[in-house]
């Protein structure tokens, strides 16, 4: 997404684990009673959703409502706080009618002028790093009685109700967040599943049933307290003596290895594996001497073993990936493959001296070293290795920081730079709108009209996301042709679960945000 954090991405795990000693003799009724104790790496940056456009969300996603959401198991919208739909053939007024009694844990009711109240404010503060470029489509929002609320787009925009489904868009009482600033007192008045009880910045959330829910979340427990960790040795370290029933946010990609190896430390745990839509790629800069012309990026692509890639530096927890748009995604295809085929250094080099490119070719790719793992520096090792042993180029590699990175990136200081992706909604429009136009998420003008100006723009105007497959097959042949971004690998997702835990496989969103709700103390007898 264009600003959200996405710490330990390299793996995109998610681990529970139960604490053991407890055993159950209620039945299913106790089962549902139970608190559950996690720990993540991933702590809120904001308490407030119209600051944040990051891992907030997993807090967000269990504390608020939204007009829609995404229930586990759905790629598409469904309803949470309200019934929605176009009311025009050409995608640009969209109503949602609330459903009745909802109210806020004030005791406040969420009705139609809260929902108004709840967007606008995001696009009146416009905080930075917030998550006010996903309403670039709306142009204004009107209310009709309590419980209706009408949005009208500038533009054609199919996407808008995934985007109303995302933890960004929560809906706040107007009592509680003001219109033109943020909340900072560290408390949230929300209408989602839980509220929040108790805050310390970093260190902990306690989250216990909202009396007045009324929502789509079939809760399992009686609440949740969420532990923050530095790290992920801290937070495996908590796993294992105890002091925490499940992990989410944080293990990297040995740990999960590890995590599944059959040992006595390990007894007793499953580990579920899921298909992630979190991506890695390479971006190239078009003003660099050489990364700037087709037949340098066509060489790397045709030299880059992804395989070896994704079993080198993530031991097998994330797979190959030959398309912008992963698997899971409508619209994904492999037409990287289909291009390239295998590793070929020999098709590469006739590549580059068809182009009369007879030296090695100089490149410096860049890296984050603090954004997406500890296997990120693996990943870049391994790009460099391959890459050099093809006897075509020479590579040096710059790690830094993200704010250092991010900006050295901006001023085009880079040949080549390496980013990650987690999608802000399950939609093949957003692996591929962010990254084209004059201004994108790269700071690296990529002007393609075809897709810009024609493409996205048909897309947009079909509700049915089932019936865009031409538009976005024809956008990824462009993005073949050019070569500008390179797809690398997609991560897995991975929920690692003591047998008397339940509800791990339930417990990612297609937005893989963790809905606490699901997990449960099973009964023991």
């Not at 009107?142 to 500038?154: A, H, I, Q």
């Not at 250094?345 to 500890?374: C, H, N, Q």
């Not at 693996?378 to 040096?396: C, H, N, P």
């Amino acid at each position: 997404m264009f600003n959200r954090t996405s710490l330990q991405a390299a793996a995109a795990l998610a681990s529970i684990s139960l604490l053991a000693g407890c055993s159950l003799f209620a039945g299913d009724e106790a089962e549902a009673e139970s608190k559950i104790v996690v720990g993540t790496t991933s702590s809120p940056t904001t308490l407030d959703p119209a600051a944040s456009w990051d891992s907030s969300w997993e807090l967000f996603r269990n504390v608020f409502q939204t007009l829609l959401s995404f229930p586990t198991g759905s790629t598409t919208p469904q309803p949470d706080a309200a019934d929605c739909r176009f009311t025009d053939g050409a995608s640009k007024v969209y109503q949602c009618d609330l459903h009745d009694g909802l109210k806020f844990s004030s005791g406040a009711a969420l009705d139609a002028a809260a929902v108004k109240h709840s967007i606008e404010r995001i696009r009146t503060i416009d905080a930075e790093g917030g998550p006010n470029g996903l309403l670039g489509a709306l142009d204004k929002v009107e209310t009709s009685g309590d419980k209706t609320v009408v949005f009208r787009l500038k533009e054609s925009d199919a996407t808008f109700p995934f985007v109303l489904a995302t933890p960004a868009m929560s809906i706040v009482d107007p009592a509680s967040y003001p219109a033109d600033k943020l909340r900072e007192d560290g408390k949230v008045v929300g209408s989602g599943p839980y509220t929040l009880v108790k805050y310390s910045d970093g260190v902990e959330a306690e989250l216990v049933k909202n009396p007045t829910y009324k929502g789509f979340a079939d809760r399992k427990n009686t609440g949740v307290v969420i532990r923050y960790f530095g790290d992920s040795d801290a937070l495996v370290a908590a796993l294992k003596n105890k002091e925490i029933d499940a992990t989410y946010r944080g293990l990297t990609a040995e740990e999960v290895v590890d995590l599944s190896e059959k040992k006595p430390e390990n007894e007793g745990l499953q580990v579920v594996e899921t298909t992630g839509a979190n991506i890695h790629y390479l971006v190239f800069n078009p003003e660099d001497p050489m990364a700037g012309k087709p037949a340098v990026r066509r060489a790397v692509a045709q030299i880059i073993d992804r395989g070896a890639l994704v079993a080198k530096a993530y031991r097998g927890t994330a797979e190959p990936l030959y398309s912008m748009v992963p698997k899971g995604i409508a619209g994904h295809t492999t037409k990287f493959f289909d291009q390239y085929g295998d590793p070929d250094a020999a098709k590469a080099k006739a590549m580059l001296r068809k182009d009369g490119i007879d030296e090695p070719v100089k490149l410096t790719i860049g890296y984050t070293t603090d954004r997406y793992g500890s296997s990120t520096a693996d990943e870049y090792a391994e790009i460099k290795r391959q890459l050099e042993g093809s006897g075509l180029f020479e590579i040096t590699l710059v790690g830094k920081p993200w704010k250092e990175f991010q900006a050295a990136y901006q001023k085009g200081e880079y040949s080549v730079f390496g980013r990650g992706w987690f999608p802000d909604f399950p939609d093949p429009d957003n692996f591929i709108a962010p990254f084209v136009g004059k201004e994108n998420v790269h700071a690296a003008p990529y002007e393609q009209p075809e897709i810009t100006d024609r493409l996205l723009p048909e897309s947009r105007r079909k509700s049915d996301r089932a019936a865009v497959t031409d538009q976005f097959d024809r956008a990824q042949q462009i993005l073949v042709e050019d070569v500008r971004l390179l797809p690398l690998w997609q991560g897995k997702l991975y929920v690692a679960a003591s047998e008397e835990i339940g509800g791990g496989e339930r417990a990612l969103d297609p937005q893989t945000v963790m809905q606490l709700w699901v997990l449960h103390r099973k009964t023991s007898w």
